[in-house]
C-alpha cells in the first residue's frame, strides 16, 4: 500500500452506535497516521421543504447550526481521545448515496459506519442497518461495519479467503489494520460434489481422501498467497477448516476471539441486501457476526499494492 496518509470516512446519525464507530475510525486512522474526515449527511433539500417552510428561515438555520455543533463536538473529542484531529463534513442527501458521494470525491479508502445506526435496539431481527447494507454493497472501497467499542487497536484480525484474486486485498487489510505481529488467515472448504459423490454411494474412506486433498490445495494455495504478498509464514496463522462457511468462519473466530473479520464482496449484482435471495458469505457474515466486518470490494483485487512488511513501513 502507498506511503502517503490515507483518509478514512467516518459517518454519523449522532446515535451511540455511530459514536462507536467514530471512535474505531479514530483508533484505526491513529494506527495507520490517516487522515479522518468526520461527517454528518442533513436531510435532502426536499425534506427540509417538509420540515421547514422556508429553509432559509432562522429556525432551519439553527437546526444546521446544532448539527455542526454536534460534529465538532464529536471531533475534538476523538481529538483529545485518540490524538487525530478529524475533519468535519456537514452535506445534504440521502444518507447512503451521501456517504458514497463524498468517499468518491475524497478519495477515501475506507468508510467507517456504525452496524445497525440510529435504529439500534430498535429491532432485534435487523442486525445491520439500511444505510450500513446500502453503503457495503456499493462501495469501491472498503466498508468497516463496526459493533463493539473501540477499548483498545485491532489485536486479533482475521481475514476470510477462499482463493479468488480478491483474498490478496483481503489479506493486505488485515495486514495493514493489525498492530499485532500476528494475523490469522481462515478458510472453510468443502468436498467438491460432495453432495453428487454421497447420493453415488460414495464410501467416507472416499470422501475423506477427497477433503484432504482439498485441504493439502487450499494450505498451497494460501501460503503462495502469503508468498505473493510478501508476508513470512511467522506474520500468520492459517485455519483452514472443512465446513459450511458461515458457522465454520465464525465458529473460528470465535474461538480466537477475533475483534473484526475481513472478508471479500462479490460484484454489486450480488446484492447484500436482497430480499428473498440467497445472499454472498459476505451478507451472511455482516448479518451474524458479533464482531465487527469489514466488506472490501472485488475491484480492489485488481488495484491493491504489494504488502510492505518491514516494521518500519507498518504505522502501528
Known sequence: MSS???????????SPAADRAARRAASVAATLGDVLHLAHILPPAETFAQLFADPASSEAQAFR??????LEERAQRLADRYGVKPVCELHAGHAAQAILDLSESLAAHLIVLGARGEREGVSLLQTVGDT??????????ATLLVRREAEVPYGRVFACVK??????????????????D?????????????WRLVEWGASQRTLETYA?????????????LLRECGLPAARAQ???????????ILQIAGQWHADVLILGRRAEADSLSAAGQFGSIARRIAFHAPMDVMIVPPALAHTERSVSTKPADRRE
Open 132 to 141: 450500513a447494507v446500502k453503503v457495503a454493497e456499493r462501495a469501491r472501497v
Open 182 to 194: 500476528l494475523i490469522h488467515i481462515a478458510s472453510a472448504y468443502s468436498v467438491p460434489y460432495e
Open 163 to 180: 482463493g479468488v484474486p480478491a483474498d490478496r486485498s483481503i489479506v493486505a487489510w488485515a495486514n495493514r489494520v493489525s498492530p499485532a
Open 238 to 248: 492459517l485455519h483452514i477448516e472443512r465446513g459450511e462457511p458461515l458457522p465454520t
Open 4 to 14: 502517503q496518509p490515507g483518509r478514512i470516512l467516518a459517518a454519523t446519525d449522532f
Open 65 to 70: 447550526s446544532r448539527a455542526e455543533r454536534a
Open 212 to 224: 484432504a486433498r482439498e485441504r493439502e490445495s487450499r494450505t498451497r494455495a494460501l501460503s503462495e
